[in-house]
């Protein structure tokens, strides 16, 4: 490039100087709570890990979805993700070893927080955006009278992101906070196709149709009831990132780079 080139030398040299401690820090950080844990006799087994990775995926449609802008954000694989979050879990796990929550606590917590756990309707939403109320009306007639909503949203929407795709956003849940409420909830309550609008949104006014609501299962009260149990005990407990600063020193990791890597 340039008349220059850069040897796998050079390149690898760049990498450790920039992620080579972190990556590091990350393999001691597994190392030392991995004993702690078998020292516990703490294991996580592959359902914790497929729970924990469908209540993650939930807000983006399938567990496929979810993989794909794993990787596309974070560069992480789909097995890199189980084993991260794998290791979340055996973290959380030993922080919070010892500590007893009581059916009390947890009763009460359930008491204050009765929609805590209620399942969110999820919402395959299409929108049409134009400039003002009377357009929107118009749009919304067109539709009425039989015209395609995909090809109408191609023709007139301002929204250049959902426009190229015949106005489909992709999966939006019911309580997300960056769309009207009350566009959410006529959303929630459509039949797939049905159309609705005009409602205010930013930057001018849509009409929406609905390709499909699905609301998960409800969880069983034994779930519910763990998870109220792991997150009090997630609040007494230390910081995770202390838990893994502590852990290192208890079981002596240390990074020590090679100085051949760096000579």
Do not use: C
């Not at 802008?69 to 189980?82: A, N």
């Not at 879990?89 to 929609?115: F, S």
């Not at 609008?197 to 299962?217: K, L, N, S």
């Amino acid at each position: 490039m340039a008349g220059q080139s850069i040897s796998l030398r050079q390149w690898q040299d760049e990498l450790q100087k920039k992620h080579g401690d972190e990556v590091l820090l990350a393999m001691l950080n597994r190392i030392a709570v991995g004993a702690e844990a078998k020292r516990l006799g703490i294991s996580i087994s592959d359902q914790e890990v497929d729970r924990e990775l469908e209540t993650a995926a939930s807000g983006y449609g399938s567990k496929e979805q979810y993989y794909a802008q794993m990787e596309s954000e974070l560069g992480l694989t789909k097995e890199e993700v189980q084993e991260e979050t794998a290791y979340r879990l055996t973290l959380q796990a030993v922080a919070t070893a010892g500590i007893v929550i009581t059916d009390k606590e947890i009763d009460e917590y359930t008491r204050q927080n009765p929609d805590r756990f209620r399942p969110v309707k999820e919402i395959g939403l299409s929108i049409i955006k134009v400039h003002t109320y009377m357009e929107a009306e118009r749009a919304l007639d067109r539709i009425e009278s039989g015209e395609d909503f995909a090809a109408l949203a191609q023709e007139i929407s301002i929204d250049e992101d959902s426009r190229i795709h015949g106005g489909r956003v992709g999966t939006v849940e019911e309580n997300d906070p960056f769309w009207p409420q009350e566009l959410l909830k006529a959303a929630a309550g459509l039949s797939p196709g049905d159309v609705a609008g005009p409602f205010q949104v930013e930057g001018g006014y849509a009409v929406i149709q609905t390709d499909r609501v699905t609301a998960p299962p409800m969880p069983d009260d034994r779930e519910i009831r763990d998870q109220v149990r792991q997150e009090l005990a997630l609040e007494q407990a230390p910081p995770l990132q202390q838990v893994e600063d502590n852990l290192r020193t208890k079981y002596g990791a240390a990074i020590d780079v090679d100085k051949g890597l760096q000579d």
